[in-house]
């Protein structure tokens, strides 16, 4: 398999790379592994906590130096694309634009609780099943302490 590494903090650097890897899929048909070289600042999960392993100055220097959004702006204002007027307007516009979505989203109502139980398997296992069921019958049996108007009604 034809494989690329890339400066996974280097945008140009990986649209070079996709567009590399998409003529190789293309032209010959063949698959093509990126291998995005990057540095992950949070943590693993919420049970990880990175400081143990890694120091604090470590973190900021790719938070604050070397963070791919934070090189793309500074190769933008260096060329003069970008500037402080333009990241104020886009900050509120895309502010704006998050609220009102989150409007939209706190209109609608939820998925019913039952399908935390889906999109895993094509076909639901036995075990999983019964826990769905007995999910349903402990909500049913305690409504004040699971209140479902804001959710759809189960499906099936």
């Known amino acids: 398999m034809a494989t690329l590494r890339v400066d996974g903090n280097d945008a ?4 070079n790379a996709v567009k ?22 949070g943590h693993h ?17 790719w938070d604050k130096q070397d963070h791919p959004i934070g090189r793309l702006r500074h190769y933008m204002v260096s060329q003069g694309w970008w500037d402080m007027e333009k990241e104020k307007a886009w900050m509120k516009q895309a502010r704006n634009e998050v609220m009102q979505a989150f409007q939209r989203a706190e209109k609608k109502k ?3 609780p039952s399908e935390l139980f889906c ?3 094509k076909e639901m ?8 069921e007995q999910m349903r019958k402990h909500v049913a049996q305690y409504p004040d302490n699971y209140p479902l108007d804001n959710f759809e009604k189960d499906r099936d």
């Open 119 to 121: 999109d895993t398997y």
């Open 125 to 132: 296992p036995p075990h999983l099943q019964q826990q769905r």
């Open 45 to 61: 999960s919420t049970s990880d906590d990175s400081t143990a392993y890694r120091s604090v100055d470590e973190v900021n220097y």
């Open 110 to 112: 939820k998925p019913p």
């Open 12 to 15: 140009f650097a990986v649209y």
């Open 20 to 41: 590399a890897a998409r003529e190789l899929a293309v032209n010959e048909n063949r698959p093509v592994l990126i291998e995005a070289m990057t540095y992950r600042i």
